[in-house]
Each structure stands twice: as C-alpha cells, then as structure tokens.
C-alpha cells in the first residue's frame, strides 16, 4: 500500500507532521558529533582519529550538498535557498510579529544552512593537505610544499574557530525560536515530526526514497576514499 | 524562571541573556585555555616576563639548544601547539595543553618527559625525522629544569654540567680576493687544465694554489708535459709526479715550484742528479721516492732539512729515525 504522507497527502490536522527525513537528521547529528570528535582528537594529538573523523565530515557534508538536489523536499537548496528580499521581509515579519511558518528552513536558516555547509567543507577540505608539522600530514599534504600546507593549517585552525562562531549562532538561533517564539525546533530535528501549528497549511513533502541515499553515499564515501588513498 | 518556558521570553531579554552567556564563556574559555588565559592576563598587565641575564646558563647554553633542536617548529615563524621554545617568557607560558615546563620538577616537566622517549615513541622530540638531542643536551636541560628553570641563574652554578661544544665559524669565501689571488694565473691554468685534464686544479674554492695530480696520466706525463708547468710554477704547492714518465730532465722544472711543500715521485727514472732541484725548494716537507734510482747518500741534505722523506723501507727506516 502506498504511503500516503510520501504522495504528499495532507495530514489531519491535529496530527504532527513529518517533515525532515532520517537522512537530514543523522546528517545533523553526526556533524555535531563530528565537529566534537574532531576537535577533541586533535586537542590531544590522536590524529590517526582525527583524520578519520574529519574524513567522515568530508564524505557527510559532500553527502549534504547532493542530498540538497536529490534529497526530500525540504532538503533541497532550491526549497530554503531564497534571495536577499525574501530575507529581509523574512526578519521584518518576524520582528512584526507576523511571521508566515516554514515546512523546513525558513529564508534566514536556509543561509546558515549553506554557510555552515561551505565553512564544513572549507574545514575538512583543508584539513587533507593539512600538517602538525610533527608527526601527522593530511593524505594530501603530499602535493604541495611544506610552506603551502603550513598556511593550509594556519586556515584549518582559524576555520575551525569561524565554525564554533557559526555553530554558537546556529544553538542562539534555535533557542530563540523556543524560548521567544515557542517553536521547537530540536525534537522535528530528532523525531522529524513538526508540530502541525508551525507547518504551513498547503505544505507538502515529497520523500526521496532510501535506497537513493544508499547509493549517493556509497558514491560519496568510494570517491573519498579513492582520492585519499 | 517561568519566562524561561517556551515562548514566554521577550526577544530584548533573550539576547540579553545571549549575551550575558557569550561573555561568560568567553571568560570561561580565558580561564580553561592556557594560551587564552596568558593573553587575557598579558593584556591587563597581570603577566610579567621572566628576566633574563647574558651571562645565565639559559641564555648561554639552554636558549642556542632549543634554537637549533626546537625553533624550526616552535619558533617565531611556526608554532606547532601554540608553542614557543625561543624565548623564555613563551616558553614558561607553555603551549595549547599548558606548561611544558614545571620549575625545578622534572617529572611534571612534559618537555623533558617528552625529549628522554626513546626514538620509537611518536611522541618523541624532535620528532624521528629530525636530529635527537644528545646525552649531553638531556643532561644540560636536565640541569636547568631541576634548578628552577631561571633566566638569571649563572652558567658557574652549573659546575656538573657537561661542556659546551667548541662551535667553529667557517668563514665565508670572499669571491672577489679569490678573483683577484687567482687573476695573474687563471687563464694559463685554464689552458693548461684543458690539455692536462684531470691534473691541475685549485687546493680549495677559497684558494689561488694549485695541487698537480699527473699520476692520472700515468706514462704519458712526461719532461715535456712537466716543462708546461713552468708557467705556473710558482703556484704550485702540491705536486704528484708518481708513475709518470719524468726523468732527471725535469730537474729544471721542478726548481721554478719554489712552494712546493708535497712532492711525490715514487715509480718515475729520476736518480741523484734530481736531488740538487729538491734541495733548492725551500719551503719542501715531504718528498717521496719510492722505486727510484735515488741514493741513500744523496737524500741526506733533505734530512738535514727535517723534510719527511718517503722512500724504501729500509731507506725510510736508515734516514727518519731519530738520533
């Protein structure tokens, strides 16, 4: 029998409604983990793990950007990526106090999405040709000069400090919504199930089937592990 | 607290709170980071550095150690853990997981912990690409470390520690003096390296005196090849004739290397009649003849002379032996 929420029908109304799928969500919280991992590691020097955390983040955030063009309808760039305008009238709304609801991103967190996918990349990009200059080179050090892959490292670190700054705003911008605007924004993003007040009314979702993201990580993780070994 | 249930805080309220907790735990991290908290207390004056005196054993013997084992690392160009060895004020700050150096407590002191691992070890410093320190450097920071670490502790209160190695300056070359020493024979030592090849060349890039190695030519290094030398006579300091075909004819040749100070003609037909040539270089130290015709008689002015004479043993064992 078909499932009825995947041909986007309209839930009853009282019901919650699914709205982010497992994939967003595990990609979520595994680059939380991650960022923490990673930093821990190479806080204390482990960098045989923290290459393999950072190669995890990698293959994840390359993950992202694909699943952002074949993923469910509220991972798509083209849902939440909005132009400057729709931003602006986004945040004078809000402070209005008549702010239209979002099924997913709204225009401002569909920003931050982006950044923090760039700065992610950015991060762990680097971190391939990166070096401790002691024991540890990236996979990718190789390929160019010691004094190329010291600036890489100098923009690993400072990288990491513009994602902590990120990250800082992200947990400020949610907790906002749940202390002013008293809209969850934690439990969908563990449960991927909304509250039906906070979803539009006409909202519709369209779910990319699994076995797409199987495959597109099977890809992503092949390709990654082609190019560093 | 029931403003804090959802919904129910005031956005002005919310970031005041927001940034109440920014400032907190930008001062938190300034207390649990080592690097942050010596930059917030270096900023308001609460951090003063170390002194250092000339004369202490860390300027002495400590600081040039750490320059030429740590400083390509944890120096003023990179800082690998946010560590600096190049001064004493960073290297009493430590680096990103606090001091490295506990004063006067060796087994707290991660520095010294980390310089004694042995080669295998991936934690050892400097790392295995690089040259370990000796044992007399472990000893020498050793010393320092189990003194109290100071910058002002003078090198005579450290009586045990090992000596300091004899650093040797070596010059630079002047390019222009060689120029100019070599500028009255380059051109005939040019030519003559083109048809003598192999056999002249200059004692060293700094030098102007030459060395002729003709045993390469063997045979075909006879009086007239030698009688070419003539020209640079006078530059020739060092001189081997052996195994070539010179004979007593060259005797005239010879007598225009006035500074000679080697000359080996071991294997070649020369005989007594040579002898008068040797005696007239002044400035001789060493001869040899092995496999010549020359007399043991004949040899004797030399010997007066205390050059060093290499000939037959039984020559050798006659005339260098000592009264």
Redesign the interface.
């Known amino acids: 029998m078909p499932d009825p929420e995947r041909l986007g029908a309209v839930p009853e109304i009282s019901a919650p409604v699914k709205v982010w799928d497992a994939q967003i969500r595990l990609f979520h919280w595994l680059v939380v983990a991650l960022l923490g991992v990673s930093f821990f590691t190479a806080?204390r020097?482990l960098m045989k793990w923290h290459r393999a955390s950072g190669l995890g983040l990698l293959t994840l955030v390359i993950f992202r950007i694909g699943w952002g063009f074949l993923g469910s309808t509220t991972a798509r760039f083209s849902e939440f990526v909005r132009g400057p305008r729709q931003v602006v009238n986004y945040f004078i709304g809000m402070k209005n106090g008549h702010g239209r609801a979002y099924t997913g991103h709204n225009p401002a967190g569909g920003w931050m999405v982006v950044v923090l996918l760039v700065a992610l990349l950015a991060q762990a990009s680097t971190g391939l040709f990166a070096n401790?200059?002691?024991?540890f080179e990236g996979p990718l050090a190789y390929l160019i000069t010691a004094e190329l892959s010291?600036r890489v490292t100098k923009l690993h670190g400072i990288l990491f400090d513009l994602i902590l700054v990120l990250a800082?705003v992200h947990v400020?911008a949610v907790?906002?919504y749940?202390?002013?605007?008293?809209?969850?924004l934690i439990v969908p993003m563990l449960s991927g199930m909304k509250n039906r007040a906070n979803v539009p009314i006409d909202a519709r979702v369209q779910f990319t089937r699994p076995w797409v993201a199987w495959l597109l990580m099977a890809g992503v993780a092949g390709c990654v592990w082609w190019i560093v070994h | 607290m029931a403003t804090?249930r959802?919904?129910?805080?005031?956005?002005g309220r919310?970031f005041l709170y927001?940034a109440m907790l920014?400032v907190m735990g930008i001062a938190t991290l300034s207390l649990v980071l080592p690097n942050w908290a010596h930059a917030v207390k270096s900023l308001l004056g609460l951090e003063r550095p170390p002194t250092v005196a000339p004369s202490s054993f860390y300027v002495q013997r400590i600081a040039p150690l750490f320059e030429e084992h740590c400083s390509s690392?944890h120096g003023a160009r990179?800082q690998?853990?946010n560590l600096r060895l190049d001064n004493l004020a960073y290297i009493v700050r430590g680096g990103?997981?606090g001091e490295v150096i506990k004063a006067g407590n060796l087994r707290d002191s991660e520095l010294f912990s980390r310089i004694r691992l042995p080669a295998s070890n991936?934690?050892v410093?400097p790392?295995?690409s690089k040259a370990p320190l000796s044992g007399d450097e472990i000893t020498v920071v050793r010393l320092w470390i189990a003194a109290g670490a100071s910058g002002v502790q003078p090198s005579a209160a450290f009586s045990e520690a090992p000596k300091a190695p004899v650093r040797v300056a070596i010059p630079d070359i002047d390019a222009t003096a060689v120029t100019h020493n070599r500028a009255s024979h380059v051109n005939a030592v040019r030519a003559l390296q083109r048809r003598l090849l192999d056999v002249i060349q200059y004692q060293s890039r700094a030098s102007a005196d030459l060395e002729v190695h003709a045993t390469s030519m063997g045979r075909s290094f006879g009086d007239v090849e030698l009688a070419l030398l003539v020209e640079i006579g006078a530059h020739i300091v060092w001189a081997d004739f052996s195994d070539t075909a010179i004979t007593d004819a060259s005797a005239g040749a010879i007598k225009t290397m006035q500074r000679l100070r080697v000359l080996r003609l071991a294997n070649t037909r020369i005989s007594g009649s040579m002898v008068p040539a040797l005696v007239s270089l002044n400035q001789l130290q060493s001869v040899t003849v092995v496999g010549t015709a020359i007399t043991e008689a004949s040899l004797r002015p030399l010997k007066d002379r205390h050059v060093m004479i290499h000939g037959n043993d039984e020559m050798a064992n006659t005339l260098n032996a000592r009264p």
Request: net charge positive; hydrophobic share 35%; proline share 5%.
């Open positions: 806080d020097g401790d200059g002691v024991h010291d800082w400020v907790l906002f749940f202390f002013v605007k008293g809209d969850n | 804090l959802p919904g129910r805080l005031s956005a919310y927001v920014t690392c990179r690998k853990a990103k997981h991936d934690q410093m790392p295995k």
